[in-house]
């Protein structure tokens, strides 16, 4: 069984520029999730992808957008980077609907804005 | 409004004791509850869940218990060794199973389990 994969595990990139992150599911699961980790703080919940339509959505501007594929991998892009999108961004993935699925997180891109 | 609290930032317990996590939600629409545990440079990883229907549930050295008037669940590590030590994060859930997305994370307790 193929965990989640998250690339590139580390960026840097200059605020205002735009960024995409890339995200594999573990095999047999269906949604994919992407959050926001602030040092300090807990796994923000940014949004949900499930048969490629967003399905749920956190509390973050619409310059967080992303993308699920017909393989269930994803993207997460994110537009006019600010310094305080500073932080570690975890994709998870669970197959949605079964009982005792939950969620299965990547080990997380770092990225910091300068 | 943080909806999960975790209001222990730190815990250290000695090895072969009992390691008792606590957290807070204010948030009665919660059905499910979750517990993470994270290594540095890696995803968290899950360890152990409650339905809201129940008040305990266990699995090896992990117990759950969920008080649900007093909005508090708690998670038990009996004995703790040292490779318990991580930061652990409780979520919650308005959904049944996990599986849906959108979980509530509170800010994580670093347990260090000394030898």
């Known amino acids: 069984e193929t965990g989640v994969t998250q690339s590139p595990t580390h960026l840097i990139k200059t605020r205002g520029q735009q960024v995409t992150l890339r995200c594999s599911s573990q095999s047999g699961h269906n949604t994919v999730s992407w959050y926001q980790q602030a040092l300090g703080q807990g796994p923000q919940f940014i949004f949900q992808y499930y048969r490629e339509e967003e399905n749920g959505r956190g509390n973050f501007p619409p310059r967080f957008s992303g993308l699920q594929f017909p393989n269930y991998s994803s993207e997460l892009n994110v537009n006019a980077l600010e310094l305080d999108d500073s932080a570690l961004y975890l994709c998870a993935s669970s197959l949605l609907g079964r009982v005792n699925s939950p969620l299965h997180f990547g080990n997380g891109t770092r990225l910091t804005v300068t | 409004d943080q909806q999960v609290k975790q209001n222990s930032p730190s815990l250290s317990v000695q090895e072969g004791r009992i390691s008792i996590l606590n957290c807070d939600y204010t948030?009665?629409?919660?059905?499910?509850f979750l517990w993470y545990k994270k290594y540095p440079a890696e995803g968290p990883t899950f360890l152990i869940s409650i339905s809201s229907i129940k008040d305990k549930n266990e699995d090896g050295r992990f117990t759950v218990f969920l008080n649900k008037s007093a909005k508090h669940l708690s998670l038990h590590i009996v004995p703790s060794q040292p490779g318990d030590s991580a930061v652990y994060f409780c979520?919650?859930?308005?959904?049944?199973?996990?599986?849906?997305?959108?979980?509530?994370f509170g800010k994580g307790t670093k347990l260090s389990v000394k030898p």
């Open positions: 948030n009665s629409m919660f059905d499910y």
């Open positions: 979520a919650a859930s308005p959904y049944y199973g996990g599986s849906q997305g959108n979980l509530i």
